[in-house]
């Protein structure tokens, strides 16, 4: 770790403003950065940690029934009080182990959108709100490919509106060594349609495979899939699985997830 | 119970310590004001040093000293760490080139330590290890287990480190010649990074006006004094080594590394405590890897299923470099268990070694015994598939009988006691191998492939044979045993202080255990083989009757009596027409008061003229996900002969141990260098450790022949968990996948490559 200077505003306009050092880097729970930071891949001059905003921390219900969840709130959080949205808090009780979880952030994994990280999936599958100091970022908006998104510079994710599907479950294929998802669906069934959310497979990162909504919004069962092909064209292919594997993994994941979906 | 073994499940007493935050780990215990060292280490796996300038790193801030070869070199200490080698088939020595303590104009794999920078932080020598130039001009990598390729060493043409055989050679082509079956099988037995949970670490002290202490998490002091002493041109007596408490060693910290003799250097030459310690990575880079070694069996049978012959081939990866004792274990090693269990005498192995772009490889738990019984075993499996015998049922017919112990094996090890076949009996009822095909048939209900695994393992007990036992009895009423083991984590505090407790009726919690202080200790052999429990107790009965006599010619001068009037009964002296019933405890106060110190402290040193051979059977249950390709194991049974137990609750815990490194290596641990010879495997991102959650509630118990060899009747356990895991797993992997015409299976079974298998079948 390379020497930096920390600070910890307790207001997201303070934030904003140390944020607007070059060379700032916002520090949410550290799961990434904080390794990052230790073997020495990054040399931010100024840590901006945003753990210590209180109106960026917990779980409520909006007026439109979606679950919002501040940008600085720990999944073990999630976990615990986001039980409008059985499937939100599936997902959260399953990222990591107990110390991530209790450290990890809703705004801090969005704003990374690792490949294989869980929540771009929950976020993408429930049409979520991304919303920032600035402005709101529809989810279809906001995911632009492998950690990127449509955050400028300093901006921060204050908040994250979930609207609450009928029915939703979360499936992840864990790579065996970190556990992270190999492949992770998310499926979520809205009165309007299902929306179907996949990570850690493509090479573009979280992406929607329309095909699957489709035949799902037809008929919610498994075998609704059946007759569907996932090329493994574009998908990530490393050590732990070929692109061809991850591909047959969203089939079997997403066929799963609907059966389990409630 | 047996005599000698009081079979007590004792719970350990240094736990408290180690849980509580309050083991003394080398790194807890460096000295206040220690410097802190940090190693260079090449990025590049194979290569030519064009530049390197460490002159901007020598001016850092706070940087004590920056060490390349060549200022070693200047300094006139030893820079090559030296290795055993064997003989090859012709007659000539194993390849021997040298191997520096940093790079000598080359780098041959990622990870090789180039320069020793020390600081007086590690921030600051990490920074100046930036600053150091260092230019490298990249080699052809030679990453395959295979002969041949871009050569390493100038001094091993091809990449042969060495050309073994063991065994009748003629004999075994005639027999197979003749067999009425023939099976040849490929194993391959995947390569392994340790992970002991605490890494490498080591600091190094002047102590005295010419002295030198070198701590290090190591398992063994005295190799360790040696070295240090001979490299920096030292007597022995003036270099002090110990071990303080350590976190796993597993064979990997059995022997010495660089980093601790450039940090006993740097102490000596700065006149300063110098501390060095590995983080996680590093240690994946630097740590002697396991295993790696791809073999084909061939064995023999006739009419009958008998076996008539077998014969081994293997190619075993040395890395880089010769480490200290690497040469021996894929060959002499691993024949002494080469015809495990099997009443044969035509056996032949010929082992190649060969030099690769990758980390040194050497002894990891097992070391040699473990790889002999997966090939022997996976190959013992295949046979009966091929040729339609009950895999029980060939092993049965195949073992040696009771009543023909004792035994010599084909390799010449006297196996002394062992009922193989009860064994089998036992695992086969407690597996509950009658009710397995109904369990299939309901995993295959729910889509999943079940398959059933044995394996039938025997060990060989290595390390030194001898070990010396000290028991003083100290005046504040205490008493220290002085031993020559080490523990690593394993529980020796509890056991050798409980066993003497045992036989002298002095408590437990009066006697502490000293250790890995060779100061303290003039000899040992540290920890390794499965040899400690059986060598140490062994030492300490030889002491324990020493102190009997001793006190027992003391008593009867006291009480004028005739020395055979006075005995002991592993509590109390009795003497006879006396009331006096003293304890040991309080003869010891007798002979201080009457100025009889030469009573209060005894030392005995044993020899074993022979080694144990601890056996048992396996039996793996796996169940298969066909459509992501997850193994998981369902059931896990083990039946031990260790012979008498001295504390069955540990034993027991050294056998859940071995049993998760072994499906560790075969579910979830694999290790990828690309054709570079990059390591793609450099962290717990990508390294897959198993976790508990991989791993069944595994069925333990034992059926014991005691061993003759030893006086306690035991047999080691340390080791046998893993020998016995990875064929039993490999076994029913096989068996699961069978039915999908799957007629090679290959370590490790991680779900991708069980997907690949699974789907190429159905191709």
């Not at chain 1, 990591?96 to 976020?123: H, K, Q």
């Not at chain 2, 990025?43 to 040093?49: E, L, N, P, R, S």
């Not at chain 2, 020595?93 to 041959?108: F, I, N, Q, S």
């Not at chain 2, 059995?254 to 996680?280: F, I, K, Q």
Request: aromatic share 6%; hydrophobic share 45%.
């Amino acid at each position: 770790m390379y020497e930096f200077e920390m600070t910890r505003p307790t207001t997201i306009a303070d934030a904003a403003k140390a944020l607007g050092d070059e060379d700032a880097q916002a520090l949410g729970g550290g799961q990434t950065l904080i390794p990052t930071l230790k073997q020495r891949l990054a040399m931010p001059s100024a840590l901006v940690s945003l753990g210590a905003i209180p109106e960026m921390k917990g779980v409520c219900m909006s007026d439109a029934g979606e679950v919002c969840v501040g940008g600085a709130t720990p999944h073990a959080v999630v976990a615990a009080e986001a039980t409008a949205y059985p499937g939100l808090a599936g997902l959260a009780a399953h990222i990591g182990d107990p110390a991530v979880r209790n450290r990890g952030t809703v705004g801090g994994s969005l704003a990374n959108n690792d490949p294989s990280a869980c929540y771009p999936a929950a976020a993408l599958a429930s049409g979520a709100t991304i919303v920032t100091n600035t402005r709101e970022i529809a989810a279809d908006d906001y995911f632009q490919g492998m950690f990127s998104t449509a955050l400028e510079d300093g901006e921060i994710i204050t908040e994250v509106r979930f609207p609450v599907p009928e029915v939703s479950h979360y499936e992840k294929f864990v790579q065996p060594a970190s556990r992270f998802a190999l492949v992770g669906v998310m499926v979520a069934k809205f009165a309007d349609g299902v929306r179907v959310a996949v990570t850690g497979a493509s090479e573009d990162g979280v992406y929607r495979w329309t095909e699957a909504e489709a035949a799902l919004s037809a008929s919610f069962s498994a075998d609704a899939l059946a007759d569907l092909a996932v090329s493994g064209d574009g998908m990530i292919s490393d050590l732990h699985g070929s692109g061809d594997y991850r591909a047959h993994l969203v089939k079997v994941m997403t066929g799963r997830a609907v059966a389990k979906a409630a | 119970m047996e005599k000698f073994g009081k079979s007590q499940s004792v719970k350990r007493v240094e736990d408290i310590r180690f849980l509580t935050g309050h083991g003394r780990y080398v790194d807890d215990i460096a000295p206040d004001g220690a410097l802190r060292a940090y190693v260079l280490r090449s990025t590049i796996a194979h290569g030519v040093i064009e530049a390197l300038d460490v002159a901007d790193a020598r001016a850092a801030d706070g940087v004590h000293m920056v060490l390349t070869l060549g200022d070693l070199e200047a300094a006139g200490v030893g820079v090559a760490l030296q290795a055993t080698v064997v003989t090859n088939r012709d007659g000539t020595k194993g390849a021997e080139p040298e191997r520096p303590l940093l790079a000598r104009d080359r780098v041959r794999f990622v990870g090789e330590p180039v320069a020793f920078i020390v600081a007086d932080t590690l921030a600051q020598a990490r920074d100046a290890a930036e600053m150091i130039e260092l230019e490298i001009a990249d080699l052809e990598a030679h990453v395959v287990v295979e002969p041949g390729g871009e050569m390493l060493h100038a001094e091993a043409p091809d990449n042969l480190a060495f050309d073994f055989g063991l065994g009748d050679e003629d004999a075994v082509t005639a027999a197979l010649d003749t067999a009425a079956h023939v099976i040849k099988v490929p194993v391959d037995d995947n390569r392994v990074i340790v992970n002991s949970m605490e890494p490498r670490g080591c600091y190094a002290e002047p102590e005295g006006a010419d002295r030198l202490h070198v701590s290090v998490n190591g398992q063994g002091v005295w190799g360790t004094r040696d070295k240090v002493a001979a490299m920096l041109g030292l007597d022995k007596a003036q270099v002090r080594a110990t071990n303080p408490d350590v976190g796993g060693g597993f064979g990997m910290k059995a022997m010495d590394y660089p980093e601790t003799l450039l940090t006993a250097y740097a102490a000596r030459a700065l006149g300063r405590a110098v501390a060095w310690m590995s983080d996680r990575s590093e240690a994946m880079q630097s740590d002697n890897a396991g295993r790696d070694l791809n073999s084909v069996a061939t064995l023999g049978f006739d009419a009958d299923h008998r076996l008539v012959a077998y014969r081994v081939d293997t190619i075993a990866n040395m890395g880089a470099y010769n480490s200290e004792y690497a040469q021996p274990i894929q060959t002499e090693l691993f024949s002494k268990v080469l015809p495990g269990v099997y009443d044969l005498q035509a056996v032949y192995m010929r082992t190649r070694g060969v030099y690769t772009n990758t980390t040194q490889v050497d002894a990891y738990r097992g070391a040699g015994r473990p790889e002999a019984i997966f090939v022997l075993e996976r190959a013992m499996d295949a046979a009966a598939r091929e040729m339609g015998v009950d895999p029980f049922e060939l092993r049965r017919i195949n073992f040696i009988r009771p009543d023909q112990f004792p035994y010599t094996s084909a390799t010449g090890q006297p196996y002394d006691v062992g009922d193989f076949d009860r064994v089998l009996t036992r695992v086969m009822a407690e597996a509950k191998v009658a009710g397995f095909e109904e369990r299939r048939d309901e995993a295959a209900a729910r889509g999943k492939l079940r398959g059933l695994g044995l394996c039938y393992y025997i060990e060989s007990i290595l390390g030194d044979p001898a070990e010396t036992a000290r028991v003083d009895f100290e005046e504040d009423g205490r008493v220290a045993i002085y031993v020559g083991t080490q523990s690593n984590g394993q529980g020796h505090e509890t056991v050798f202080a409980q066993f003497l407790a045992d036989h002298t009726g002095i408590p437990a919690d009066r006697i502490r255990v000293v250790q890995g202080d060779s100061d303290l200790i003039a000899k040992g052999g540290g920890t390794g083989g499965s040899r400690s429990v059986t060598v140490q107790n062994t030492a300490t009965l030889a002491t324990v009757a020493a102190m009997v006599e001793g006190f027992t010619a003391f008593l009867a001068d006291a009480e004028g009596v005739p020395a055979s009037d006075v005995g002991f009964d592993d509590e109390r002296f009795r003497i006879a027409g006396s009331n006096l019933t003293p304890t040991m405890l309080e003869v010891a106060d007798m002979a201080r008061a009457a100025g009889r110190d030469d009573l209060l402290s005894v030392s005995k040193r044993t020899k074993l003229d022979n080694r144990s051979f601890p056996n048992g059977a396996h039996v793996a249950e796996v169940e298969i996900d066909p459509e992501t390709g997850v193994v998981t194991v369902e059931r896990y049974t083990v039946i031990d002969d260790f012979g008498n137990l001295i504390n069955p609750m540990l034993a027991e815990g050294q056998v859940h141990g071995g049993v998760v490194q072994g499906l560790g290596q075969a579910l979830t641990e694999r290790v990828v260098y690309d054709e570079d010879g990059q390591l793609l495997t450099a962290s717990f991102m990508d390294y897959g450790m198993p976790r508990a959650d991989d791993v069944p509630m595994m069925y333990f118990d034992t059926e014991a022949t005691p061993s003759l060899y030893n006086p306690m009747g035991m047999k080691g356990c340390g080791e046998a968990g893993t020998v016995g895991a990875l064929a039993a797993v490999t076994n029913a992997v096989q068996d699961a996948v069978w039915s999908r015409g799957i007629r090679e299976v290959q370590m490790p079974f991680t779900p991708h490559r069980v997907w690949q298998m699974l789907r190429q079948a159905a191709a």
